[in-house]
């Protein structure tokens, strides 16, 4: 990686997208930013998102995708995730906004008398703030890139798109660069691009004021010049200014396909540098992510959320990550926790089947009662025939009541799933400060928080050190007064909290492969630099 430079004066690029939502436009960001970043700048993101919601807390995740959560804990979009990926740095509070934030202080504001009785009005009071919440998230960065949510003309994006459009009257023209992310669809019974979609799209921004400086269009296949050329005349901008982005297998080459084309011309007048970036790391990845292997190996991903890939996206983008790093196939599997157990706390023939197939098993996160006998059950059949085991948050914790129970506990549970039960033993409890806010978002413990493993266990010779740091999205917690029961049923703790009150991490002495933690590691881990858990978790299905 090259020197990091210093601009005089912070650079802006802003990413909008046409046609649809879920067009591409966090990866074609952070594509963007992994380039400037191997130029050797500081380089920053930020989503604004129109919904509503004051974070993404409650949002569902079958419908939304993945909850990430930034180091210093706030819920958010999933895009901060590809951010963290691509540029492997930390996101924090800054780097969300959401309308329904900033309509909340604007609102608290108002009724604190905080406007001395003036009108408030989306202008110029919402993209006021919205322009300083931009400026905030950008402070000491080199390019600050902003991504914003939806597509262009949705009603409620509208003051985002206002808000971007003033944003270069305060800081120059020349210190924004303007960048559209639109959908050009192939007609299979004509077999040809149909271009008027896209055309609509940078109609709508035009009429809102913003001429895009590059624009990407994104297909399901190459798009041949011609279309370029097109876009580029009905855009007014240069044809090497328009950057074709077809679906590929891996969006880790997405930067390589930028820098094919000529924006990286523009991202070098932008800049004012014309040094090559650095992409050796990259090209490093794209090798071995791209590369069949012999070695294959079955991951089972024991779920609740399924229907939408995207509602577990770092937890597969890390298992691919340490599979190219291990140099090997890898199949994920994924397994409907509700088809996998029933309350019976025995493995059905065809479930049975179905883990017998895979060479490791990762128990996910999630909440509520739905589907937590399969998981449960998942982590009683890792234990007792010693497949790789990989639990995480709620992974934990049904590990501990698997082992409660094959240690003699039979109803043993947790409180999130059974505190009406008399009878029931929870060894997974609430915390005190939590009881009565079950229902409530932002309650949790959230973001990063230390952890020390104990010396000599397997966690910390994975880690290398004793002392960690990992992300954390959770209400319950182990009840320290069974973990006889647990560690009779075959799991010793590895890790606790600085004070010793909080149970961080589990293991299986013993077996080839059983770790489990309280916390988000795969929020952690990056393509160039992948987490040890998931590399030695891979590492031991591989040889399994």
């Known amino acids: 990686m090259q020197k990091n430079k210093k601009l005089k004066q912070t650079k802006y690029i802003f990413v909008t997208g046409g046609v649809l939502s879920g067009v591409g436009k966090g990866i074609t960001a952070a594509s963007m930013g992994a380039i400037l970043k191997a130029k050797g700048y500081h380089v920053t993101m930020q989503k604004c998102d129109p919904y509503l919601n004051v974070d993404a807390g409650l949002l569902n995740p079958v419908e939304h995708g993945e909850c990430f959560v930034t180091a210093d804990g706030v819920e958010t979009d999933l895009d901060l995730g590809h951010y963290e990926r691509f540029l492997d740095f930390e996101t924090s509070k800054y780097s969300i906004t959401l309308s329904g934030s900033i309509f909340k202080e604007l609102i608290d504001k108002e009724r604190s008398g905080g406007f001395n ?219 409907n926790a509700e088809d996998l157990g029933s309350s019976d706390q025995q493995v059905s023939g065809q479930a049975l089947d179905l883990l017998k197939s895979c060479n490791g098993i990762i128990v996910p996160g999630g909440f509520g009662a739905r589907g937590v006998e399969g998981k449960i059950l998942a982590a009683k059949y890792a234990l007792e025939n010693d497949v790789p085991y990989l639990g995480l948050c709620l992974g934990m914790q049904v590990a501990c009541i698997a082992a409660a129970r094959i240690g003699g506990i039979e109803k043993a549970n947790s409180e999130e799933f059974g505190a009406t039960e008399k009878d029931c033993n929870n060894v997974i409890y609430i915390m005190e400060d939590q009881k009565g806010k079950e229902s409530t978002g932002g309650t949790m413990r959230l973001g990063n928080y230390p952890a020390q493993l104990v010396k000599g266990s397997k966690t910390a010779r994975i880690y290398g050190k004793a002392d960690v740091v990992e992300r954390h999205r959770h209400r319950y917690e182990v009840n320290q007064k069974f973990l006889p029961e647990i560690e009779k049923g075959g799991l010793k703790v590895s890790g606790l909290s600085p004070d010793g009150m909080l149970v961080e991490f589990v293991e299986a002495p013993g077996k080839k492969f059983f770790q489990a933690t309280q916390a988000h590691p795969e929020f952690k881990s990056r393509p160039l630099n992948p987490h040890p858990l998931f590399l030695e978790f891979v590492k031991k299905c591989k040889i399994n």
């Not at 959908?183 to 921004?205: C, G, M, R």
């Not at 609740?304 to 140099?327: L, P």
């Open 117 to 335: 009785g003036k009108t408030v009005q989306l202008v110029p009071h919402f993209t006021g703030l919205v322009q300083e919440k931009i400026e905030k998230a950008s402070e000491n960065s080199d390019i600050h890139i902003v991504e914003i949510g939806g597509t262009i003309g949705d009603y409620e994006g509208l003051s985002f798109v206002e808000a971007i459009r003033l944003f270069a009257n305060k800081v120059g023209r020349r210190n924004c660069l303007y960048i559209s992310v639109v959908y050009v669809p192939w007609i299979n019974t004509s077999k040809e691009f149909k271009t008027k979609p896209a055309q609509n799209a940078l109609k709508d921004l035009r009429g809102f004021g913003i001429i895009p400086d590059i624009v990407c269009t994104r297909t399901e296949r190459p798009a041949p010049k011609e279309i370029q050329e097109k876009i580029a005349a009905f855009a007014g901008i240069d044809k090497d200014a328009v950057v074709n982005l077809p679906d590929i297998k891996s969006v880790y080459d997405v930067p390589f396909n930028v820098l094919k084309s000529g924006v990286l011309n523009i991202l070098n007048d932008f800049v004012g540098d014309r040094k090559k970036p650095d992409m050796s790391r990259w090209e490093e990845f794209s090798r071995r992510r791209n590369k069949e292997y012999k070695a294959t190996v079955k991951i089972g991903l024991v779920a609740k959320y399924v229907g939408n890939n995207d509602t577990y996206m770092c937890v597969t983008e890390a298992v691919k990550a340490a599979s190219a790093w291990n140099q090997t196939n890898c199949e994920l599997i994924w397994i």
